[in-house]
């Protein structure tokens, strides 16, 4: 079976990766935009102290979480070594003992079900700088061990190398689908066409302009985040945990003594690929005032990058079915990195038509939008 992938980032590489191990004929196509948001993603993979309320959310972001351990192995059986996957705990920090404490039980309920959580303790702010040494004196924490971090990009082009080393085919060039008698016979890209039994668009917040010439319309805009890498001279910062404060807002270190600060959420900025003065001082701000060890760290680097959220934080998984052999896997929004493997592995078996463990329909992709048209 031949199958296109539109959209090389955490969920197209992860769709053809596996889409590739199982011997389909896989083109992985990708335009290069700047601002792909797996490239600037921060890398948080904890959802199990999140503050989100949404059931069909949190099946997802679980079963992303929980998925990792299993495509790292896989990816080390494929000779991928430079994963950047990293099992470093978190702390959920505040200096309001209430909040800990509905952190606490939120995270021991949703252990009970899911061992991956780990170990979930109160700590004393002395024991929490003892892991985070700039951690400001007036934060206690809830420490959760199975929590990780994952450098996006890292990952990505793991992903891509994996799909490559089982025969997959890489293209750089602006993809556009080919629809004939309400099927999808291939895609157009660089002045060929490439012909498909079917085509999965992972093509993230640039989705929605892709359907428009068909008359579909998808629900999915592009929020801007900018986020901001720091480094820490001398400093062995990789087993440092990920810190989450009872905001948007968060600090994630690696290797190499860089601590990623982020990010802003800046609904209706279009594909402003910018960096702005107000958007480095409202992280900085708020990455200082929870860790004021960090003032004299360097900054590093600045990036940019469009989340694709859709209309009501859930994820678009499935088939349009107007069109056939055309499935979207889209609108992962800001949990894209926690849920992306696995929903690109979920995309796969549809495009493979497998039996899927899971019922997709709270994430049916039309489910906010006025139907296809015409083609
Ligand atoms: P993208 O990574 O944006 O990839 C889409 C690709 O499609 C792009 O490479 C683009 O070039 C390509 N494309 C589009 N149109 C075409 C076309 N016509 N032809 C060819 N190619 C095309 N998630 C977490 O779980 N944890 C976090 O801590 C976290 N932090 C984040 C911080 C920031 C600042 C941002 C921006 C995001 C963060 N996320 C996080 C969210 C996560 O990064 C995204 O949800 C996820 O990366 C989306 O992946 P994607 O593959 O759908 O889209």
Request: glycine share 10%; hydrophobic share 40%.
């Given at each position: 079976m031949?199958?296109?992938?539109?959209?090389?980032?955490?969920?197209?590489?992860?769709?053809?990766?596996?889409l590739?191990?199982?011997g389909?004929?896989?083109?992985?196509?990708?335009?290069?935009?700047?601002?792909q948001a797996?490239?600037?993603?921060a890398?948080?993979?904890?959802?199990?102290i999140?503050?989100v309320?949404n059931?069909d959310?949190y099946t997802?972001?679980?079963a992303?979480a929980?998925?990792?351990p299993?495509?790292?192995?896989q990816?080390k059986?494929?000779?991928?070594?430079?994963?950047?996957?990293?099992?470093v705990g978190?702390?959920?920090?505040?200096n309001d003992?209430?909040?800990?404490?509905?952190?606490?039980?939120?995270?021991?309920t949703?252990?009970?079900?899911?061992p991956e959580v780990?170990e979930?303790?109160?700590?004393?702010?002395?024991?929490?700088r003892?892991?985070?040494p700039p951690l400001n004196?007036d934060l206690?924490?809830v420490?959760?061990?199975?929590a990780?971090r994952?450098?996006g990009?890292?990952?990505?082009?793991?992903?891509?190398?994996?799909?490559?080393?089982?025969?997959?085919?890489?293209?750089?060039?602006?993809?556009?689908?080919?629809i004939?008698n309400?099927?999808v016979?291939?895609?157009?890209?660089n002045?060929?066409v490439?012909?498909?039994d079917?085509?999965?668009?992972?093509?993230?917040a640039?989705?929605s302009?892709?359907?428009?010439?068909?008359?579909?319309g998808?629900?999915v805009?592009?929020?801007r985040?900018?986020i901001?890498?720091?480094?820490?001279?001398?400093?062995?910062?990789s087993?440092?945990?990920?810190?989450?404060?009872?905001s948007?807002?968060y600090?994630?270190?690696f290797?190499?003594?860089?601590?990623?600060v982020?990010a802003?959420?800046?609904s209706?900025?279009?594909f402003?690929?910018?960096v702005?003065a107000?958007g480095?001082?409202?992280v900085?701000?708020?990455?200082?005032?929870?860790?004021?060890?960090?003032?004299?760290?360097?900054l590093?680097?600045?990036r940019?990058?469009?989340?694709?959220?859709?209309a009501d934080?859930?994820p678009?998984?499935?088939h349009i079915p107007?069109?056939?052999?055309?499935i979207i896997?889209?609108?992962l929004?800001a949990s894209?990195l926690?849920?992306?493997?696995?929903?690109g592995n979920?995309?796969?078996?549809?495009?493979?038509?497998e039996?899927?463990?899971?019922?997709i329909?709270?994430?049916?992709?039309?489910?906010?939008?006025q139907?296809l048209?015409h083609?």
């Amino acid at each position: 079976m031949k199958i296109i992938v539109i959209g090389s980032g955490i969920v197209g590489s992860s769709t053809a990766y596996h889409l590739a191990k199982k011997g389909a004929e896989v083109f992985l196509v990708d335009r290069l935009h700047d601002g792909q948001a797996t490239a600037a993603g921060a890398g948080i993979v904890c959802p199990w102290i999140s503050s989100v309320n949404n059931k069909d959310w949190y099946t997802l972001a679980n079963a992303g979480a929980c998925y990792y351990p299993k495509l790292v192995s896989q990816l080390k059986e494929d000779g991928e070594s430079n994963i950047g996957y990293g099992l470093v705990g978190a702390l959920a920090v505040s200096n309001d003992d209430e909040e800990l404490n509905v952190i606490e039980q939120t995270a021991r309920t949703r252990q009970l079900e899911t061992p991956e959580v780990g170990e979930v303790r109160r700590l004393s702010g002395r024991e929490a700088r003892e892991l985070f040494p700039p951690l400001n004196e007036d934060l206690k924490a809830v420490y959760v061990s199975g929590a990780a971090r994952v450098d996006g990009r890292l990952l990505r082009d793991a992903l891509k190398r994996g799909a490559e080393k089982h025969g997959a085919q890489l293209y750089t060039g602006l993809a556009s689908l080919e629809i004939v008698n309400e099927k999808v016979t291939g895609v157009h890209v660089n002045g060929e066409v490439l012909s498909a039994d079917a085509v999965v668009l992972t093509a993230g917040a640039w989705i929605s302009e892709m359907l428009e010439p068909y008359g579909i319309g998808l629900q999915v805009e592009p929020q801007r985040g900018q986020i901001v890498h720091l480094k820490l001279p001398d400093q062995d910062t990789s087993n440092w945990p990920v810190i989450l404060p009872q905001s948007s807002h968060y600090l994630v270190s690696f290797e190499d003594s860089r601590i990623v600060v982020g990010a802003t959420r800046e609904s209706g900025s279009g594909f402003d690929y910018r960096v702005t003065a107000a958007g480095v001082k409202e992280v900085i701000e708020e990455a200082l005032f929870v860790a004021p060890g960090l003032s004299n760290s360097t900054l590093h680097e600045v990036r940019v990058g469009f989340r694709p959220i859709s209309a009501d934080i859930l994820p678009l998984l499935g088939h349009i079915p107007a069109v056939n052999g055309l499935i979207i896997a889209n609108g992962l929004g800001a949990s894209g990195l926690t849920m992306g493997p696995f929903v690109g592995n979920l995309a796969a078996k549809l495009a493979l038509n497998e039996k899927l463990e899971l019922d997709i329909t709270p994430y049916y992709p039309l489910r906010h939008s006025q139907n296809l048209k015409h083609c």
